[in-house]
């Protein structure tokens, strides 16, 4: 149990700070294009790191049984759909500001 | 005109202000709402209707009337902005705009130049220069539509045991079209569920509401009291599964007419009520 505890832990911690970071760069970053990396990133990496955790404490926690194998396959579905949706949603946004004419930030920029 | 609508505002402002002031207090500890009555529908939905969700049974049963206009509002909200936005003529585009398909060549054509073949497997028809035409978001919007619908149909169909309903699982039924509008295009959309067929269902919806009311009424008891299904069902007299099939009879109702009305606001707004063009 002492294993299971640690693992979880671990991952719902790693899964947080990255949502953490995640939310300060949506913030900090310059321009649209560069916060919706993080925005994509929270959805991919937070997400499964967060969800694996809790699928894996739903799936051993009080021994295996269909019922707790049901909340696990619950929980994989949902980061099973996050990975299908959330990038495509990413993609499309960048690609209508693209198409709008919205023009990336560069370093260099002659004001 | 503009100083009777403003009188008329004050007016009903004033008498709205004028009886609010009746209202018990905001969480008021011995108004009637909290002395006996919400007491009285959480202590006996189990009994009464056999769902264990009594949000359910108090917005489909105890204030089913309530309801039944609610889902009239919706489909009232549907043909306003039918009749305020549709134009039948529909006003020709300066230009169009067709892409090739095996090189991604996009074509403008003026008006008055030979357009291709409706039919046409080779050039397609965009509605604007910078539609995308992602490969990407077309397959998975053709993925996830299935599955969005067949949860909709869960929420809907299981409204009694968990959150959810008629509103919630109609609104997941009309962004999957709406979804799909997005994806590809109204044209094609219209193809698949076209105006009338929004019209009609809406219209179909609100019919199963007060369908299910008349009959109670037909059968002898109060309209929408659904105790006097029991002999349509085969159920014995007071069997409260009868409360609960008739709260999923309305609760359909509802689903068809959110659905329906959903989809064709957004015809609507869309096109600006052209439906030649979508986003």
């Known amino acids: 149990m002492i294993v299971l505890t640690v693992i979880v832990g671990l991952l719902m911690a790693v899964g947080l700070f990255i949502f953490l970071t995640a939310a300060v760069g949506m913030i900090r970053f310059p321009d649209f294009y560069s916060r919706l990396h993080p925005a994509g990133m929270i959805d991919c990496m937070g997400v499964l790191l967060t969800m694996g955790g809790l699928a894996l404490f739903a799936l051993f926690d009080g021994g295996i049984s269909l019922a707790s194998f049901l909340n696990f396959a ?30 990336p930030w560069t370093k260099k920029k002659d004001m | 005109m503009k100083i ?47 769902v264990p969700n009594s949000v359910t049974t108090i917005l489909a049963d105890y204030r089913g009337y309530d309801t039944m206009y609610e889902t009239t509002v919706v489909l009232t909200a549907g043909l306003a902005c039918f009749f305020l ?11 169009r705009f067709f892409r090739h398909v095996p090189t991604g060549l996009t074509l403008r054509i003026e008006e008055g ?15 604007s220069l910078w539609a995308p035409d992602s490969l990407i978001i077309r397959n998975t919007c053709r993925l996830i539509i299935a599955f969005v619908q067949l949860f909709a149909l869960y929420v809907v169909a299981h409204g009694h045991y968990s959150p959810g309903g008629g509103f919630q699982g109609g609104v997941l ?35 199963i509401y007060s369908g299910t009311g008349f009959v109670c009424l037909l059968m002898g008891a109060h309209f929408l009291n659904y105790e006097a299904l029991s002999p349509l069902l085969g159920l014995k007299t007071g069997d409260p599964m009868a409360r609960s099939h008739g709260i999923f009879s309305v609760e359909i109702g509802v689903a068809f007419a959110v659905m329906s009305v959903m989809i064709w606001i957004y015809y609507n707004l869309s096109s600006a009520g052209k439906h030649d063009e979508g986003l």
């Open chain 2, 173 to 207: 039924l009309g962004s999957s079209i709406i979804l799909f509008s997005i994806s590809n295009d109204l044209r094609r959309t219209l193809k698949r569920f076209r105006e009338k067929t929004a019209a009609v269902l809406g219209a179909i919806g609100v019919l």
């Open chain 1, 74 to 103: 619950k929980i994989v579905l949902i980061v099973v759909f996050i990975y299908i949706t959330s990038p495509t949603a990413t993609h499309a946004i960048i690609d209508a500001g693209m198409r709008a004419g919205l023009q």
């Open chain 2, 113 to 127: 130049g030979k357009l291709p073949a409706e039919n046409s497997k080779v050039f397609t028809r965009i509605d």
């Open chain 2, 4 to 50: 009777t609508g403003l009188l008329t505002v004050i007016i009903c402002g004033a008498l709205l202000t004028y009886y609010a002031m009746d209202f018990p207090d905001f969480g008021d500890g011995r108004s009637p709402a909290n002395t006996y009555l919400s007491p009285h529908f959480l202590e006996n939905t189990m009994h009464d209707a056999h």
């Open chain 2, 85 to 95: 936005l549709r134009r039948k003529e529909s006003t020709s585009p300066p230009a």
